[in-house]
């Protein structure tokens, strides 16, 4: 029982994923379309790191944050 859904399970993931669609054809038109509406956006990424160390000996937390 459990083989057949894992089995249904692959296959909903491979119809999901368009596996098995034919392949569209690459146009010269779709191409220039497609850039012609293509928006640029700009991303901006905070990283911040957080580390705790516990030392249980000393009953000490440690914590560094960047």
Same mark, same amino acid.
């Given at each position: 029982? +459990?083989?057949?859904?894992?089995?249904?399970?692959?296959?909903?993931?491979?119809?999901?994923?368009?596996?098995? #669609? *034919? !392949? *569209?054809? =690459?146009? +010269?038109?779709?191409?220039i379309n497609a &850039?012609? #509406? %293509?928006?640029? *956006? %700009? =991303?901006? =990424?905070?990283? #911040?790191? %957080? &580390?705790? *160390? &516990?030392? !249980?000996? +000393?009953? =000490? %937390?440690? /914590?560094? #944050? /960047?």
């Open positions: 029982m +459990k083989r057949v859904l894992v089995a249904v399970l692959i296959l909903s993931i491979i119809l999901a994923s368009g596996c098995l #669609n *034919a !392949p *569209a054809e =690459l146009k +010269k038109e779709r191409i &850039i012609e #509406n %293509t928006e640029s *956006a %700009t =991303l901006h =990424l905070d990283e #911040n790191l %957080t &580390i705790n *160390a &516990i030392v !249980p000996e +000393k009953n =000490l %937390t440690v /914590t560094y #944050n /960047t």
